[in-house]
């Protein structure tokens, strides 16, 4: 009897990881969508910003997410046939992607929570120079465009005041028409509009374009360190039941 006991008790135990990792990996396929949905909205929303940062850190950690998420697809349905197949090769290849999409998400959340610490600190080094020296000027068609886009979404005129447009190459030259700020900095954007620069006409905030566009990145970043690092701690507790399944199927004398 005893002995029947124990091979119901563990068939039980068989049933529970299985269940367990079906469990698993729907929240997995969830939070695989939540990593692929972060990066593209990352990319996405208000992409026109990375041509004015000085580093490319926050581009890769979100392509890594874009990257980490769509193995989560694969990875998923893998999942599936290793639990109903019973076989350990598969549970093997499965606790593998589990391990290596561990890994690159923990490393896009390391990135994120690396360049949010010194964003400040590179904004205020760059972006002055890159509106200034870049703003339409040949062959900087993007910086221009993304420039032009962050004053208007952002209700803001120069990177720390409006005053900063008097050391720009665009402002200096006479392609500006004696403009004295660039017309995206215009409440009401009309041709030759930055002509005029009273409170009335542009936009005047406290501490410019960098403030807007810092805690902009700021909270994008948050969220792929939170997103990236959340999926991973979830994916431990995969890995465990998928050791444990396997450790349950390999002791099958069957």
């Given at each position: ?42 990319l996405v929303e208000k992409s026109d910003y990375l041509s004015l940062l000085a580093s490319s850190t926050f581009a890769v ?19 599936c046939c290793a639990v109903i197949r019973e076989q350990r090769s598969c549970l093997s290849t499965y606790f593998f992607f ?63 005041n409006s005053q900063d447009w008097k050391q720009s190459v665009y402002i200096s030259s006479t392609q500006a028409e004696h ?76």
């Amino acid at each position: 009897m005893s002995a029947v006991y124990k091979d119901d008790q563990e068939d039980w135990l068989t049933v529970c990881l299985k269940y367990l990792l079906f469990v698993f990996n729907f929240l997995f396929w969830v939070g695989g969508a939540a990593v692929l949905g972060v990066g593209v909205w990352t990319l996405v929303e208000k992409s026109d910003y990375l041509s004015l940062l000085a580093s490319s850190t926050f581009a890769v950690s979100a392509y890594i997410l874009i990257l980490a998420g769509s193995l989560v697809v694969v990875t998923g349905f893998l999942g599936c046939c290793a639990v109903i197949r019973e076989q350990r090769s598969c549970l093997s290849t499965y606790f593998f992607f589990l391990l290596l999409i561990f890994l690159i998400e923990l490393v896009a959340g390391v990135l994120a929570y690396v360049y949010y610490q010194r964003l400040s600190e590179e904004l205020k080094q760059h972006l002055n120079q890159t509106m200034t020296e870049n703003y339409a000027q040949p062959g900087k068609e993007a910086i221009t465009a993304a420039v032009d886009r962050l004053q208007q979404d952002f209700k803001c005129c120069g990177s720390n005041n409006s005053q900063d447009w008097k050391q720009s190459v665009y402002i200096s030259s006479t392609q500006a028409e004696h403009r004295v700020v660039p017309d995206s900095c215009c409440k009401t954007i009309t041709l030759k509009c930055g002509k005029r620069d009273h409170p009335s006409n542009i936009y005047k905030v406290e501490g410019g374009c960098i403030t807007k566009l810092e805690q902009f990145l700021a909270d994008h970043l948050l969220v792929i360190g939170a997103v990236g690092i959340g999926v991973a701690c979830l994916q431990i507790c995969g890995m465990v039941f998928t050791c444990c399944l396997y450790r349950r199927i390999k002791m099958d004398p069957y």
